[in-house]
């Protein structure tokens, strides 16, 4: 990974409370130093672990920061289809060349990536038959993966109404196109964003991790209004890891390889008797994932006005 610098490295205003009675849209600096982003990212990891819940299968295509960003590229090539262009839509060849080019993947982790979802039933082939080759038959998301990417959609929207006291879900319920403008504007911005694309290691090492997002909004989800202690850790609980990667699907062996590797760097662990052990989590690595988080919600809020404004729909 190449060293990166974030945008919101730039000195921050004086206070929280300064940023969030500022006016205009919310950007990745607003976010991150609103007075409300602690608590309403760990309701937003609650809200996602319960679509894991109802959904684990199509929910563990954006389990790993990797997955996350094939997954919502190829929904917005789906999305960008228009009948009219023989050169839009969904097809192997198009999402290879998207994810590659930015480096999140390489070409046969994208082409077992679409393979997942064709088995999984997450995608179909639309072309007629003998309309080309494989790599540029089109597909289609299926009403599953539509599904799941609209409640991924509202449960982000919905934390940014919370963050401003906006109406973005409102707006959406009343005109859904928006979602299929902002979906793919969002998507694009993301994966050209260095800062969102390569997280930093300590971040990385749970997001590159198969299953590792999973892991973390289980973590971001149990601080809620916590404070940290004086030795700047959030105390989260016991945690039964056993239990754990059974709930996630995720193999015993490599969620305890996951800690651990967490723990030498320092943004985990435990205080007391071994079978009693609470986990703590340091101030500074939730400070720094919430940094990040924050590019990701930009991203977003940015792309729904956007597609507010294609709509000519009134904001506010």
Not at 234 to 259: C, E, K
Request: hydrophobic content about 40%; some cysteine; aromatic content about 8%.
């Amino acid at each position: 990974m190449r060293p990166l610098i974030s945008p919101l490295d730039a000195e921050a205003p004086e206070t929280a409370e300064t940023v969030h009675k500022q006016v205009g849209p919310l950007c990745a600096e607003r976010i991150f130093t609103n007075p409300k982003f602690a608590r309403e990212l760990a309701k937003l990891a609650l809200d996602l672990r319960a679509q894991f819940i109802s959904g684990p299968r199509v929910a563990r295509t954006l389990a790993s920061h990797q997955r996350w960003l094939i997954t919502q590229c190829g929904f917005a090539l789906h999305l960008e289809y228009d009948p009219q262009d023989k050169n839009s839509g969904l097809t192997v060849g198009r999402l290879r060349d998207l994810v590659t080019a930015s480096g999140a993947a390489s070409r046969n982790t994208v082409l077992n990536h679409i393979e997942e979802m064709r088995s999984y039933r997450f995608v179909r082939d639309v072309a007629k038959p003998g309309a080309g080759r494989t790599r540029r038959r089109r597909m289609e998301a299926t009403e599953l993966a539509i599904e799941a990417m609209q409640a991924w959609f509202h449960y982000n929207i919905a934390m940014l109404d919370r963050l401003d006291d906006g109406n973005r879900v409102e707006q959406h319920r009343a005109d859904p196109d928006i979602f299929r403008i902002a979906q793919p504007l969002t998507a694009r911005a993301c994966i050209a964003d260095p800062v969102w694309l390569e997280p930093t290691p300590a971040i990385g090492l749970f997001q590159w991790t198969e299953g590792g997002a999973l892991v973390m909004d289980e973590l971001v989800a149990r601080t809620g209004d916590a404070v940290p202690d004086d030795e700047g850790r959030y105390r989260v609980g016991t945690l039964n890891i056993r239990a754990m990667s059974d709930h996630f699907m995720m193999s015993h062996t490599h969620l305890q390889r996951l800690f651990r590797k967490a723990a030498e760097v320092g943004v985990v662990g435990w205080i007391g008797p071994r079978r009693k052990a609470e986990l703590w989590l340091s101030a500074d690595f939730l400070t720094e994932y919430r940094r990040w988080q924050s590019v990701k919600l930009g991203h977003l809020a940015a792309a729904f006005e956007q597609a507010v404004a294609e709509r000519g729909l009134a904001t506010g």
